[in-house]
């Protein structure tokens, strides 16, 4: 009996805690609006990360891509805060969230060695090589507040 | 009773390129000699294409500066206070404009294995860090 209580007690709990589950895309922005601190789940050149503002981004190289240049995210997955999470099916509008990622530079890596062999064919080399690398600072995550 | 505000955490953490962007390469020092042929390329495109580089970088010092009897070279100043120097001997004019370019696009950080750092942060995490004493007591 004493067992049954306690599995009752947690989910009383859950519902005090979290309130009323909003109940469009508007309430609900506004509710992570409301927090201080936001990370967004964006999906660059094919991979996604987990980004908040002020972070430093390290891709391969893309192409056509200048240093200096303002790169939105059109792909986000997710946006969250503390307490409250919004999932795109399967991305968040552009219009809803804005996200901006700067080129601050194109590096390359360490110098990495790569040796072949073929084992009694006389056959070996070492190729050198140094993978190009870009470097974005992201921006502010931007969630205007919209009439609708 | 008021919260003390600590004095570090009023400092401010860099960030180039959040809020403005402001391009790490501040000179460019080209130095040739007038004679030997190890600069003749070198000296070709800094007759034909240094304008059209300055006109297009105008955030960057350039310098052309002699090295008699030695080979060419291409220095590049960074705010960091760090310099990047590479050679230019036995390269062809379309090799300087990629090795220039090199140079204009970096931020003078020392070479560092980049394969595993992905997203590199300062900020703090959103959601906060986990903490037993706060989380509900798992049932079974």
């Known amino acids: 009996m004493l067992g049954r209580l306690a599995r009752g007690v947690p989910a009383l709990r859950r519902a005090l805690h979290t309130g009323s589950q909003p109940n469009s895309t508007t309430a609900a922005l506004d509710l992570i609006r409301s927090q201080p601190s936001h990370y967004v789940v964006a999906n660059f050149v094919g991979r996604k990360y987990i980004l908040a503002p002020r972070d430093l981004l390290t891709v391969p190289r893309p192409r056509d891509v200048q240093v200096g240049d303002v790169l939105t995210l059109d792909e986000i997955h997710e946006l969250g805060s503390r307490e409250y999470t919004l999932r795109g099916n399967p991305t968040i509008s552009p219009d809803r969230v804005r996200v901006q990622a700067t080129v601050v530079e194109h590096t390359k890596g360490k110098m990495e060695s790569i040796f072949k062999k073929k084992r009694r064919k006389g056959y070996q080399k070492t190729i050198t090589h140094k993978q190009p690398y870009t470097r974005l600072r992201i921006g502010d995550i931007e969630i205007p507040i919209s009439s609708s | ?140």
């Not at chain 2, 042929?37 to 105008?58: I, M, Q, V, Y």
């Not at chain 2, 120097?85 to 140079?103: A, D, F, R, W």
């Open chain 2, 1 to 140: 009773m008021a919260s003390t505000i600590l004095r570090g955490s009023l400092r401010s953490r860099p960030a180039n390129g959040h809020a403005a962007f402001i391009p790490q390469i501040r000179k460019l020092v080209f130095e040739c000699c007038d004679r030997w042929p190890s600069s003749d390329n070198t000296r070709t495109f800094l007759f034909s294409n240094l304008r059209t580089l300055a006109e297009k970088n105008p955030h960057v010092e350039i310098v052309v500066r002699q090295r008699i009897h030695r080979e060419p070279i291409l220095r590049g100043f960074y705010i960091n206070n760090r310099d990047k120097v590479v050679p230019l001997n036995g390269l062809s004019i379309g090799e300087i404009k990629q090795k220039i370019t090199l140079l204009l696009d970096s931020s003078g950080a020392q070479i560092k294995p980049l394969k595993r750092r992905n997203v590199e942060s300062t900020t703090e995490s959103a959601r906060g860090i986990w903490s037993g004493l706060h989380a509900d007591r798992p049932v079974l």
